[in-house]
């Protein structure tokens, strides 16, 4: 499996950004696809995942109701949708794709592929 991800760039306190994950060559469905991010200096965190059988979705405590994850399995992409962003938002956010048990979402080690990245810039 491949992963596109797109859509960060520069945007101020208090904007909204919609980043994609397109994925090419395996059976999309069937993946658990989660957002991760890196912000300068700092560990690779869990943002929020889509889990693959039920699409059910989940989320780090400081995003929730900010962000929303969400599916299309006829285009293969995920999205993440942010909105009310914050500078301390701002990181390297990656796509990963992979089969975790529900208790291990957030362990990035359980996920086979990654997204190239793309950067989030929030300014104050």
């Known amino acids: 499996v491949q992963l596109q991800a797109s859509g960060g760039g520069l945007v101020q306190a208090g904007g909204s950004l919609r980043l994609s994950c397109a994925a090419s060559g395996g059976t999309f469905s069937g993946y658990t696809i989660t957002w991760f991010r890196q912000a300068p200096g700092k560990e690779r965190e869990f943002v929020a995942s889509?889990?693959?059988?039920?699409?059910?979705?989940y989320y780090t405590d400081s995003v929730k109701g900010r962000f929303t994850i969400s599916r299309d399995n006829r285009k293969n992409t995920v999205y993440l949708e942010m909105n009310s962003l914050k500078p301390e938002d701002t990181a390297v956010y990656y796509c990963a794709a992979g089969r975790p048990i529900l208790s291990s979402l957030t362990d990035k080690n359980g996920y086979y592929y990654w997204g190239q990245g793309t950067l989030v810039t929030v300014s104050s």
């Open positions: 889509s889990f693959r059988s039920s699409s059910n979705t």
